[in-house]
């Protein structure tokens, strides 16, 4: 099997965030590692499309995910 894509990657941790986090820490090192293999410094969100797209939801996902080694920025809706 083929290493994802950052956009498949997204695509899987969108998928995790509406199952209510199911294998969410494996998503986002899918994700980190495909950031790393595109040479890209951040993940971009949709905020229309996550479960929480509220600022305090948006603020959440960044620290969780800054802690697992991944920087959030979010695509102006």
């Given at each position: 099997m083929?290493?994802?894509?950052?956009?498949?990657?997204?695509?899987r941790v969108y998928q995790s965030l509406?199952?209510?986090n199911a294998d969410i820490d494996l998503h986002i090192a899918a994700?980190?590692?495909a950031l790393i293999r595109e040479g890209l410094k951040e993940a971009v969100f949709d905020p229309t499309r996550l479960p929480h797209g509220n600022?305090?939801?948006?603020?959440?996902?960044q620290a969780y995910f800054r802690?697992?080694?991944v920087s959030v920025k979010f695509s102006a809706a």
């Open positions: 083929s290493e994802p894509t950052v956009a498949e990657a997204t695509n509406e199952a209510d994700l980190k590692a600022r305090s939801g948006r603020k959440l996902m802690q697992r080694g």
